[in-house]
Nanobody, 126 residues
Framework: VQLQASGGGLAQAGGSLRLSCAAS????????VGWFRQAPGKEREGVSG????????YYADAVKGRFTISRDNDKNTVTLQMNNLKHEDTAVYYC????????????????????WGQGTLVTVSS
């Protein structure tokens, strides 16, 4: 049972990268998925999230209009398309999955998530 984040790398400011989060050993369609990032010396922060059904999404103000989250439940994957990258987007990006119930469909707090991918490094040169 694991999540695998991939797609990080080096990009120039203004460029694009596409991150993927693939689940194995469990059905990702039952889980909300969040993308988090952690820059050196900073706390892990929520970047984007998508509900289990894919009908609801969240974006932090810092990435709104530039990042797009989507999911393919048939392929057990969630994707984060990152466009118009900025130097301040440089960080290790993690995907996380959790089953939320009731009115909760996403949580910004990393502590709310049990399943985590290993992280993928995104470096944006200015």
């Amino acid at each position: 049972v694991q999540l695998q984040a991939s797609g990080g790398g080096l990009a120039q400011a203004g460029g694009s990268l596409r991150l993927s989060c693939a689940a194995s050993g469990f059905t990702l369609a039952h889980y909300a998925v969040g993308w988090f990032r952690q820059a050196p010396g900073k706390e892990r922060e929520g970047v984007s999230g998508i509900s289990a059904t894919g009908t609801r999404t969240y974006y932090a103000d810092a990435v709104k209009g530039r990042f797009t989250i989507s999911r393919d439940n048939d392929k057990n994957t969630v994707t984060l398309q990152m466009n118009n990258l900025k130097h301040e987007d440089t960080a290790v990006y993690y995907c996380a999955a959790e089953k939320f119930s009731g009115s909760r469909w996403f949580e910004l707090s990393p502590e709310a998530y049990e399943k985590w991918g290993q992280g993928t490094l995104v470096t944006v040169s200015s």
